[in-house]
């Protein structure tokens, strides 16, 4: 009879069971996809279908039997009867698809009481007044994996904070050899950020490399080099200005090749993004949109019309350094003569001009007493600073003449010795007598006293011009640039006369990241925490139900 009973017996399948069985089968096909997710990364065809599978299994159980799911999830059998296992499903596979979702979305938060996960205050108006979308190309070898995981919360920082206008690419170089070579990197690490072309992709003409701290400190071993938050806003500062500043350089009148003899300022304008062109004076006037015309010694003088041209330029507040060499040769004219059209504009108008000497400084000087190293400086003056710590560069002037400064400089302007030589130094005003004797100097009466101004600078208060002499330009050509602080010397001129660092440049910020944790290891913390301690809890409450069901 029993054995009739059992073969009589049927399946029967009514709404309820339908229900459960969807809701068994929804809750197992949403942890399958949120495991897909997580291992792939990506939203896969096994991602979707699981998606859609579990999504519509649920949506079963709700509709065929709504009493039975709110039971579930509010009655008595959601504390003490099996259904808690379909709650722990469904919890583990929604918290795992919104943490994969979360994770790959873009989207941060920072609850830090000071900020450490967000941009400086200083570096946010950066992001968010970009002119353009870039991209940050971040460029690491396998062997700088490490380097990578470290600095990857920081490049995050930018992206997070403009995801519309910041776009971060990872790449190794070794494997993208082409791609590093359209960066013009020849090394294992490096950072760059780009405007993007019609296409979408960096564009060559527009882009900029992240200074390192191997950029400052050469002797850095590659290991050990490393970006910081502000450095990669500077960056992206440089990016914005590059072509907003236009240097022109005189030409015509036998001024300083700067195809040949000083290349070096050249290309280092260029290098920053500055426009670089040259303009002959005698054809022609300083055209708008130009930021500073250099006159770069020139051996003829300037005519009235070109010293017109010149002084129209200042007056509508335009930028000029001048280098003028004394006449220790008989070609040189420049500012020599007393009715030299320039020479009186620049005493009438500015209130300083040429003593067309030559200089000696038997205290301060290098090999010869004429390769006159300065000696004095405008303590706190931004052309002189060398760096943070507030100490000064001296360059080193060979063959220099000085300049004479007005008692009374003229209404709106003011005027000032940026480098002087020392009270014993003396100007020579016989330049035929130098020449016949160019090693032995013997200071006479007609001779002018120390301390001699070497470089002056000029400003009128009422336009914003700024002027800057110098008596003498051997110091900027390719082989004497890089002695005796010249490069920094050159740098900071430019920058007075157009303000180029105080554009490109972010003021350092206290609290940088606290913590930088690998990747493998945020890896391993979200693993155990969405995956290993949820299984535990369902395990544990698993066991604790079977226990309690054998009583």
């Given at each position: 009879?029993a054995s009739?009973?059992k073969?009589?017996r049927?399946?029967?399948l009514d709404r309820?069971?339908?229900a459960?069985?969807g809701?068994?089968?929804?809750?197992?096909a949403?942890i399958?996809?949120?495991?897909a997710l997580?291992?792939?990364?990506?939203?896969?065809?096994?991602?979707?279908?699981a998606?859609?599978?579990g999504?519509?299994?649920?949506?079963l159980?709700?509709?065929?039997?709504?009493e039975?799911?709110r039971?579930?999830?509010?009655?008595r059998?959601?504390v003490y009867?099996?259904?808690?296992?379909?709650?722990?499903?469904l919890?583990?596979?929604?918290?795992?698809?919104v943490?994969?979702?979360?994770a790959r979305s873009?989207?941060a938060?920072?609850?830090t009481?000071?900020?450490y996960?967000?941009?400086k205050a200083n570096?946010?108006?950066i992001?968010?007044q970009?002119?353009?979308?870039i991209?940050i190309?971040?460029?690491y070898?396998?062997?700088l994996l490490?380097?990578?995981?470290?600095?990857?919360?920081i490049?995050?920082?930018?992206?997070?904070?403009?995801?519309?206008k910041?776009r971060?690419v990872?790449?190794?170089?070794?494997?993208?050899?082409?791609l590093?070579g359209?960066f013009?990197?020849?090394s294992?690490?490096?950072?760059?950020v780009?405007?993007?072309?019609?296409?979408?992709a960096p564009?060559?003409n527009f882009?900029v490399?992240?200074l390192?701290?191997?950029?400052?400190?050469?002797?850095?071993p590659?290991?050990?080099?490393?970006?910081n938050e502000?450095w990669?806003?500077?960056a992206i500062?440089?990016l914005?200005v590059r072509?907003r500043f236009?240097?022109?350089f005189?030409?015509g009148?036998?001024e300083?090749?700067l195809d040949?003899?000083?290349?070096?300022?050249?290309?280092?304008?260029?290098?920053?993004g500055?426009?670089v062109?040259?303009?002959?004076?005698?054809?022609?006037?300083?055209p708008e949109g130009?930021?500073?015309?250099?006159?770069?010694?020139?051996?003829r003088d300037?005519?009235?019309?070109?010293a017109?041209?010149?002084?129209?330029?200042?007056?509508r507040g335009?930028k000029?350094?001048?280098?003028?060499?004394?006449a220790f040769r008989?070609?040189i004219?420049?500012?020599q003569a007393?009715?030299?059209?320039l020479?009186?504009?620049?005493?009438?108008?500015?209130?300083v001009?040429?003593?067309?000497?030559?200089?000696?400084?038997?205290?301060?000087?290098?090999?010869?007493q004429y390769y006159?190293?300065a000696?004095q400086f405008?303590e706190?003056?931004?052309?002189?600073?060398?760096d943070q710590?507030?100490?000064?560069?001296r360059p080193?002037f060979p063959?220099?003449?000085?300049w004479?400064?007005a008692?009374?400089?003229?209404s709106e302007?003011s005027?000032?010795?940026?480098y002087t030589?020392s009270?014993?130094a003396?100007g020579k005003?016989?330049?035929?007598?130098?020449?016949r004797?160019?090693d032995?100097?013997?200071?006479?009466a007609a001779?002018?006293?120390?301390?001699l101004?070497l470089?002056?600078?000029?400003e009128n208060q009422?336009?914003g011009?700024?002027l800057?002499?110098?008596?003498?330009?051997?110091?900027?050509?390719?082989d004497l640039?890089?002695?005796?602080d010249?490069q920094?010397?050159?740098?900071n001129?430019?920058d007075?006369l157009?303000?180029f660092?105080?554009?490109v440049?972010v003021?350092p910020?206290?609290?940088?990241?606290?913590?930088?944790?690998?990747?493998r290891d945020?890896?391993?913390t979200a693993l155990?925490?969405v995956?290993?301690?949820?299984?535990?809890?369902l395990?544990l409450?698993m066991w604790?139900w079977?226990?309690?069901a054998?009583?």
């Open positions: 009879m009739e009973g073969s009589q049927r399946i029967v309820l069971s339908v459960r069985w809701s068994a089968v929804g809750a197992t949403l399958v996809a949120a495991v997580l291992a792939g990364g990506e939203l896969s065809p096994v991602v979707v279908i998606a859609l599978i999504m519509g299994g649920l949506s159980w709700m509709t065929l039997a709504p039975d799911f039971s579930t999830l509010t009655g059998r959601a009867g099996s259904n808690s296992l379909l709650i722990v499903l919890f583990i596979g929604s918290v795992l698809i943490y994969g979702m979360a873009g989207i938060a920072d609850f009481s000071r900020g996960y967000t941009l570096i946010r108006p992001i968010q970009l002119s353009r979308p991209q190309t971040a460029f070898s396998r062997r490490t380097n990578q995981a470290l600095e990857a919360p490049l995050r920082l930018f992206s997070d904070a403009a995801p519309d910041i971060l990872y790449a190794d170089p070794d494997a993208q050899p082409i590093a359209q013009g990197l020849r294992a690490y490096g950072i760059f780009s405007y993007l072309d019609a296409e979408g564009d060559p882009t490399k992240v390192t701290a191997r950029d400052r400190l050469p002797d850095l590659v290991e050990e080099d490393y970006v502000r990669i806003a500077e500062l440089q914005e072509g236009r240097v022109l005189s030409v009148n036998g300083v090749n040949n003899d000083a290349t070096g300022i050249r290309d280092g304008l260029r290098a920053v500055i426009q062109a040259t303009l002959d004076l005698s054809r022609e006037g300083v130009t930021t500073a015309l250099i006159i770069l010694a020139p051996v300037f005519s009235q019309e070109m017109d041209r010149v002084a129209a330029f200042l007056e335009g000029v350094l001048i280098m003028a060499e004394p008989s070609d004219r420049f500012l007393e009715d030299s059209p020479a009186q504009y620049l005493w009438r108008a500015w209130g001009r040429p003593n067309r000497d030559i200089v000696f400084d038997p205290l301060s000087f290098n090999e010869t006159v190293r000696a405008l706190g003056h931004p052309i002189v600073q060398k710590t507030g100490s000064a560069a080193l063959i220099a003449q000085s004479q400064l008692a009374e400089p003229p302007v005027l000032k010795s940026i030589t009270p014993q003396f005003l016989d330049l035929r007598e130098v020449a004797n160019p032995r100097a013997i200071r006479e001779d002018l006293p120390g301390p101004a470089v002056v600078a000029a009422r336009t011009a700024r800057l002499l110098v008596g003498d330009s051997d110091w900027v050509t390719n640039i890089v002695a005796f010249g920094i010397l050159w740098t001129m430019i007075w157009i303000g660092l105080e554009r440049t003021e910020a206290f609290g940088q990241l606290p913590l930088s944790v690998p990747s945020l890896e391993l155990i925490t995956g290993v301690l949820p299984t535990a809890i395990l409450g604790v079977w226990r309690r054998r009583r």
